[in-house]
């Protein structure tokens, strides 16, 4: 059975303190051992908080502090903004057959104001509507396996596996699959209405 938080491991979770901990050891190339003999605390008590199993009582992190040369502040400064999406290889190759619908995995973590939205897009043969007239539109595609033409307006660009094209414009523009291989692009564009999170 899991061992539920306490209250203030829980209120102290967002402030990442063992993860801080751990990030000024590594930039001083200290190891727990040497840690703990210039500080006078147990190596398992150090490991203990960067794992954060451990809350440090505010003598301990005084001591710890000293030895960074870093203020409290460092620890108890209000949480940044920090996001990280991760899409594992497999889980990409397992999602789609060749001659579906054209379909897309989405690649950035849920937020409520991203930035940029990225997502790979496995294309058909069937023209897929990238932009529509007069709509600008800002965009970083990468094939990464097949071959896809970008159409626009008449004029027409193949790119190949391994090919990038960054692509600003407002005429409409659409993307289809070539061959009968499978074709998967990464796509990245800003995200509607700019995306302004806070910093």
């Not at 203990?48 to 400064?77: D, N, Q, S, W």
Request: proline share 7%.
């Amino acid at each position: 059975m899991a061992k539920s938080l306490s209250y203030a491991q829980w209120s102290l979770e967002p402030y990442c303190i063992g993860m801080k901990l751990r990030a000024l050891r590594m930039r001083k190339h200290l190891t727990l051992s040497r840690l703990a003999s210039e500080t006078g605390l147990s190596t398992a008590l150090l490991s203990k908080l960067e794992t954060e199993r451990m809350i440090p009582t505010l003598p301990t992190l005084a001591t710890i502090c000293r030895i960074y040369g870093v203020g409290m502040g460092h620890f108890f400064c209000e949480p940044t903004r920090h996001s990280l999406s991760v899409t594992r290889k497999a889980y990409l190759e397992s999602s789609g057959k060749i001659g579906e619908p054209a379909g897309s995995v989405p690649l950035n973590s849920p937020s409520e104001k991203p930035r940029m939205v990225a997502e790979m897009i496995e294309l058909t043969n069937a023209p897929f509507p990238f932009s529509p007239a007069n709509a600008e539109v800002c965009a970083f595609l990468h094939v990464l396996e097949g071959a896809v033409q970008i159409g626009s307006d008449g004029m027409s660009q193949i790119l190949e596996t391994g090919d990038c094209a960054y692509l600003e414009t407002r005429m409409p523009t659409s993307l289809n699959a070539q061959g009968n291989q499978r074709c998967r692009i990464l796509l990245v564009m800003p995200a509607p209405g700019g995306g302004q999170g806070t910093q």
